[in-house]
Structure formats: structure tokens, C-alpha cells
């Protein structure tokens, strides 16, 4: 105790010398804040429109960039309006703070007419992202995107521009409202569609796909593509079937397989045992640029004896001073499950699950963790199973300029003994809840039963040398042969399934009256009894005094 405590005034000491040095401290900070883009909109100004809805539009837009650093050196907007053909409303250069983009979508001007989509996408490929409008070198690496709104079918032809767009180094969304087709949507989008189409009913809920456009624009920038397998996801949702998704497979990462081996389980996926050495390694190389302000943390593994009773980090990043960035805490004594984070305004956040459903997580069984983490909430789902959601509050992007470790236990780093199968990061927190546990040796996923016996293959037999120089015979017109004898008796068939349960039977006849029961033997007749103790002599009464003389009469 004594010992961490001096360890921790001396790392404060060291951190005040380097300020007052001058020495710079500042964190690396990489996330979604961090991510800068050549960012515009094509926007529909059709007479199918409507005056009325083209306000709800110029709202959306101005609210959209809200969620951007919009500045020159960072992100720049540029806005182009179509009908019979396109318009620039301001380029990526004309604008240079946040308030001015604002107040410029806003004042987004109506044209109504025709929708002539694929013209609009030329002309933006064009005109707008080039160095002369305010797009920025190739060599700078920025990010060129197009976000197309449209509330209806094109009168052009919309697959041929957007390949040359995609080719141009542009990465196009679709956003359709009402009666868009989704067919033609997906021929604007960038790959893979289902990150790149929006589709609403109509302008009033415009709205509620802004946080989900935002979280696509940054995951595809952060998350490099991991591979999945076809039924990692439910069938019913969007994600089933994706062989690659955004994410990090951190076992990959840290090579656990390769260093430690893996080993083999019956009815279990292959997995490595933890615990002999540390499971570390540089931020920097696992998540280069951040991580995104959603996504879902996933893991299926074992506690083994010890380490269900132990305090420790599933995972955790902290930074080369040793502060935590973000980190996953299983807590054996409390039977507990912490999500921790660094906080925007204060030093950290975190939520805490602790309930009876998670107790179920502390034995020695194997078991699957899904953390869900959104903008303001944090979801805990056990065995596929949602357990409970909690509030967080704002988090900060992580300083990359650390280390990231699997399994360490809280109070000295020491590595924690426990079986691991998978862990990976998601970036799309929805993954967490769309997760399958096909995993888990006793899981949900049905298993193949075979029904019936496979076909016995009979070889076809080769024809002799003789045989194949003579030839066939032409004509050849020959008498049925005699009846063969009979085959030998087929295998005995699988046995069958167990049949319903029948209906009740009718009620039986009344049985025959029973036999008299047999009379019961007399009783033996009592011992008498003894005579009763003799009674006691009373005392003697008391004797009567003398009684007084009688008096004489003369």
C-alpha cells in the first residue's frame, strides 16, 4: 500500500517537472473527433419536394454538421442542389467555421422541376471536389465524401456516374425518402451497400437516421474490414450472411493463437489458455487511429479455479503515463461487470452491472460478454441475453500513445489464468444485441442430426482388356435371363421418432364389490389392577378448654 502510494506521488511529481519544463504532455488523441473530411451534399430540390419539406432538408443539413470540426484544415462542406440540372450552392471553400456552414444550409435555395440524379453526380465529381473549389490534395489523405438525399426515382441514368465517382476516390451515401427506390439507391451507394443506403418514410423522419450516417462515416475511416463467419449474426437482421464486417479482432492482433496455441475441446471452437505470460501491445499498432464513439465489445471465454474469484481487466488501453483510457472489469469478490472510460469533463466514467443474472457469469462454465457501447447508454448482454442498459456520460477519445492488454489483474498487472475463445471490437454498437451464440457448446444454434442411413456406393466395374478391344456389338438382340435370387436383407432402419401422446381412453366398467372384510379377533381381558396404598391416620383434634362455672340462683 505503502509502496503504490509513493509510486503515485512520484508520477504526479514527474508530470508537474515536465510541464514546468516546457516539455510537451499532450495526449494523442484519436476517435470520430479526429476524423476529417472533403464532405458534400447533393441534394434533391425537385418539384416532388415540396416547399414544405425542402425546410425540414435545410434543417437537416445544418443539424448534420453539427457533428463535425468544421474548419480549413479539418472539415470542409460544399452543398450542391439539383432538378433539371445542377447548381452550386457554395463550395468546399467557401465557408471556414461551423456557424457560417450552418447558416448557409439554411439558406439553401428551392429550385423544383425535374430529378435529374446522375447528372447531379457528374457534375459534383466535377466541379466540386477539385483543388480550384477547395478539395484538398490526394497526398494529404483527406477523406472525400458524398452524401446524396433524393425523394424520388431518377429520369437519368444513375449506375455509370456513380462508378466514375467511386473511382474518383469518393465515397457516396444515398439517402432516400419515401418513394426512392432502393434498387437505384444502391447503385449510387459506396460498398457495402447496407453501411452506405438510408432509406425513411417520409421528411418528418428525416431526422433519426443523422446520429446513424455519422457513425457510418466514421467507423469505414476507423475500422479496418474482419472477417466473420456467415452465421455470426441472427437471421433476421441486415448482418446476416456479411463474411466481412468494420471491427478488430484482437486475438488477431496479438497473435494469442500463434504465441500460445491453441488447443481443442469437444463440442467447443478452438481456444488458448491465458495466464503464463503477458498479452500486451502497443495501442498504436491495434487501434491507429482510435477507436469510434459506438461499437460493441464481444468475447466468449472460460474463468478457470482461480480467476472467477479474482479483481481484474478483461481489457483494458491506458496511456504511457498508466492512466486508464478504457477498460472491462470483472470483479470475482463483488460478482460484478465495469465499464470504464476516460471522461470529456471529468477524469472518468463508468457503468457497473451487478444484478443476479450477472452471478450466473462467475463459474467455470463458458460464456459469451457483449458490451454494447452508444453515445449515451452502455448495454450488457450475457449469453445473448440483454441483461441491462445504463447510462454513461461523454466520453473522451482515447490517447493511442499507450498500451492495450487482455487479462491482467487490477491491483498488479499480473496476468489472469482463463480460457479465451474470441474477442473482438464491432464498429457498430448493434452487432452486440445481433450476435449469435453459436459459439457456446450448449448453444441456441440447431445441430445436424442425421435421419437417414447414407447411400452404400457401388463402384462401377472396368471393363476387362478383351473387353475394350473388342468393342460393342451392333445389333445385338438378347433373350431375358432368368429370374436373379434375392437380395440379402437391407440394414436395420434408424429408430423412429417417439409418436404423439394418444387421446384419453373411455372410462372403464364399475369393478365387482369387494369381499366382507374378516371380523376382528376379541381383545385379552385386562390385568386387575393392584390395591391402592393404605390411607393415612389424621392427626388428633385439639381438646376443648374448661368451660366457666354456672351461677347458683338464691
Known amino acids: 500500500m505503502e509502496f503504490r502510494l509513493g509510486f503515485r506521488i512520484a508520477l504526479v511529481w514527474f508530470v508537474l517537472a515536465l510541464t514546468l519544463s516546457g516539455e510537451g504532455v499532450e495526449a ?10 472533403d464532405l458534400a451534399f447533393i441534394i434533391d430540390t425537385s418539384s416532388s419536394v415540396g ?15 453539427e457533428s463535425f470540426d468544421i474548419a480549413p484544415d479539418k472539415t470542409r462542406v460544399a452543398v450542391v442542389r439539383y432538378s433539371d440540372k445542377p447548381t452550386t450552392e457554395f463550395t468546399l471553400g467557401r465557408y471556414r467555421t461551423l456557424e457560417d456552414v450552418k447558416q448557409a444550409a439554411r439558406n439553401i435555395r428551392y429550385l423544383g422541376g425535374n430529378t435529374m440524379t446522375g447528372d447531379a453526380i457528374n457534375y459534383t465529381t466535377d466541379n466540386i471536389f477539385t483543388e480550384s473549389s477547395g478539395a484538398r490534395p490526394l497526398a494529404r489523405g483527406i477523406q472525400k465524401v458524398a452524401i446524396l438525399l433524393t425523394d424520388g426515382r431518377s429520369q437519368d441514368y444513375v449506375l455509370e456516374p456513380s462508378r466514375l465517382a467511386a473511382k474518383a476516390g469518393i465515397r457516396m451515401f444515398a439517402v432516400g425518402i419515401g418513394e426512392a427506390l432502393k434498387e437505384e439507391l444502391e447503385e449510387i451507394a459506396a460498398e457495402p451497400k447496407n453501411a452506405h443506403v438510408f432509406h425513411v418514410t417520409d421528411f418528418n423522419a428525416i431526422d433519426k437516421i443523422r446520429g446513424r450516417l455519422r457513425r457510418r462515416l466514421c467507423e469505414n475511416v476507423l475500422c479496418p474490414k474482419m472477417k466473420v463467419q456467415p452465421d ?13 464486417v468494420p471491427g478488430f479482432d484482437l486475438m488477431k492482433y496479438f497473435n494469442v493463437k500463434d504465441i500460445l496455441g491453441a488447443r481443442l475441446d469437444e463440442g467447443q471452437s478452438s481456444y488458448v489458455r491465458l495466464g503464463t505470460m503477458p498479452i500486451v501491445q502497443q495501442t498504436e499498432d491495434v487501434f491507429p487511429q482510435g477507436l469510434p464513439d459506438e461499437y460493441a465489445f464481444v468475447t466468449t471465454f472460460k474463468f478457470r479455479k482461480t480467476s472467477r474469484r479474482e479483481d481484474w481487466y478483461l481489457w483494458q488501453i491506458f496511456d504511457k503515463y498508466g492512466i486508464p483510457q478504457v477498460s472491462i472489469r470483472l470483479d470475482g469478490e ?9 471522461g470529456l469533463t471529468k477524469d472518468a466514467v463508468r457503468s457497473v452491472f451487478k444484478n443476479p443474472e450477472v452471478d450466473n457469469l462467475f463459474d467455470r462454465n463458458w460464456h459469451k460478454i457483449a458490451l ?4 449515451k447508454s452502455v448495454a450488457l448482454y450475457l449469453d445473448c441475453k440483454h441483461i441491462q442498459t445504463l447510462p454513461i456520460e461523454d466520453r473522451e477519445d482515447i490517447d493511442i500513445q499507450g498500451r492495450t492488454v487482455i487479462g491482467k489483474r487490477l491491483y498488479d498487472s499480473v496476468p489472469i489464468d482463463f480460457d479465451l475463445q474470441r474477442m473482438m471490437i464491432y464498429c457498430d454498437s448493434k452487432h452486440a444485441e445481433l450476435e449469435t451464440c453459436c459459439d457456446l457448446p450448449n448453444g441456441p444454434c440447431p445441430k445436424k442430426v442425421v ?6 456406393w457401388i463402384p462401377t466395374p472396368t471393363p476387362t482388356v478383351a473387353e475394350q478391344k473388342k468393342g460393342p456389338e451392333a ?11 434375392g437380395g440379402v436383407p437391407g440394414i436395420d ?15 372403464g366398467a364399475a369393478g365387482l364389490p369387494g369381499p366382507s372384510g374378516q371380523k376382528g379377533i376379541q381383545g385379552d381381558a385386562g390385568t386387575p389392577g393392584s390395591p391402592g396404598p393404605k390411607g393415612v391416620v389424621g392427626d388428633s383434634g385439639v381438646k376443648g378448654e374448661k368451660g366457666n362455672p354456672g351461677a347458683g340462683v338464691s
Open 28 to 37: 494523442q488523441r484519436a476517435g470520430c473527433k479526429n476524423v476529417h473530411y
Open 451 to 456: 435421419t437417414e442411413a447414407p447411400p452404400i
Open 372 to 375: 454494447s457501447v452508444d453515445a
Open 51 to 65: 416547399k414544405e419539406n425542402f425546410e425540414k432538408i435545410r434543417q437537416w443539413v445544418a443539424n448534420l454538421v
Open 475 to 485: 445389333n445385338c438382340s438378347c433373350p431375358p435371363g432368368t429370374k436373379g435370387t
Open 334 to 342: 463483488n460478482k460484478a461487470v465495469e465499464y470504464n472510460a476516460v
Open 232 to 244: 455470426r449474426f441472427k437471421p433476421n437482421s441486415t448482418s446476416y450472411g456479411l463474411e466481412e
Open 493 to 507: 432402419g434408424l429408430t423412429g421418432d417417439k409418436g404423439d401422446k394418444g387421446e384419453a381412453g373411455r372410462p
